[in-house]
């Protein structure tokens, strides 16, 4: 079963923050294979063994395939005497010590890409923040992959929209603009990268001695060239309406315009607005 790379990446860096966050010194986890109904266990972090490694757990089995089938988080007081679960994966449970065990899967546009666990070797109830702690680590690695999944939907829509500079010119500025209200929100240095790269190929070179604008300069300008207000650039970019009119006038300055307009003319003369 071939895991989702992208959220096992995110879910091996999500497990320190669970642990800190609900105080359990176990968690783990894994992503499901594209079109099964499985996951495979592939990111350990607290465990003394590796039990619970390659582990492959199907929907509605287990505590995790639990969770998955209900699309909900769910926690069992002592794993082995639990009747409210299936035991398939006892041995490797108990070869690991694990006892008080709760698992969140990992919900992504109504589909489940993995899921996270977090256990103590002790047989006791978790309390809320246990369960809290967790579901808000899912809901973080949630938001994570949600943001790569358009990222990458953005880049493949216009690596070939990007040579036709003349056709659908419209659509090019919306997605720009996009990718580049995007960027900031991404963690991976390499992915935003990628993103800001491909923002530069639906621009013309610059010419030289063309000003040099501030990255948030030139997001506020980018959603000014769809034609947006400053009030809808601030919920865009999650500034508020003063800060971009501060952008905005820095902007213009630079550019030597005086209205948003000229602004947003001078912007694509200068090779820095598609």
């Not at 490797?92 to 006892?99: D, K, S, T």
């Not at 890409?113 to 923040?129: F, H, I, N, S």
């Not at 949600?146 to 056709?167: F, H, N, S, T």
Request: proline share 6%; aromatic share 2%; hydrophobic share 45%.
């Amino acid at each position: 079963m071939a895991a989702d790379a992208v959220a096992t990446a995110e879910i091996r860096g999500a497990l320190a923050g669970l642990r800190r966050a609900t105080g359990l010194p176990v968690a783990f986890g894994g992503a499901v294979g594209p079109g099964a109904a499985q996951i495979r266990i592939s990111e350990l972090s607290g465990t003394a063994t590796g039990a619970l490694r390659s582990l492959v757990v199907t929907s509605g089995t287990g505590l995790g395939g639990r969770a998955v089938a209900l699309g909900r988080a769910c926690a069992v007081p002592d794993y082995s005497t639990s009747r409210r679960i299936s035991h398939e994966y006892d041995a490797p449970v108990a070869a690991e010590g694990l006892r008080s065990v709760l698992a969140v899967p990992l919900v992504v546009r109504h589909r489940v890409r993995g899921v996270l666990y977090g256990a103590l070797r002790t047989a006791q109830p978790l309390g809320d923040r246990a369960l809290g702690g967790a579901v808000a680590a899912a809901r973080e690695v949630e938001r994570a992959l949600a943001v790569r999944d358009e990222a990458r939907g953005l880049l493949a829509a216009l690596r070939p929209a990007a040579p036709e500079r003349g056709a659908g010119q419209e659509h090019v500025r919306e997605a720009h603009a996009a990718l580049r209200a995007l960027a900031p929100r991404i963690a991976d240095p390499e992915l935003r990268a990628e993103l800001l790269a491909a923002c530069d190929l639906l621009t013309a070179p610059a010419p030289q001695g063309s000003p040099a604008l501030a990255p948030r300069e030139l997001d506020v300008l980018t959603w000014v060239a769809t034609g947006a207000t400053n009030a809808a650039v601030a919920d865009r970019l999650g500034l508020r309406p003063e800060t971009v009119k501060g952008y905005l006038r820095a902007a213009m300055r630079k550019l030597g315009a005086h209205t948003r307009g000229e602004a947003v003319t001078a912007a694509r003369r200068a090779g820095v607005l598609p």
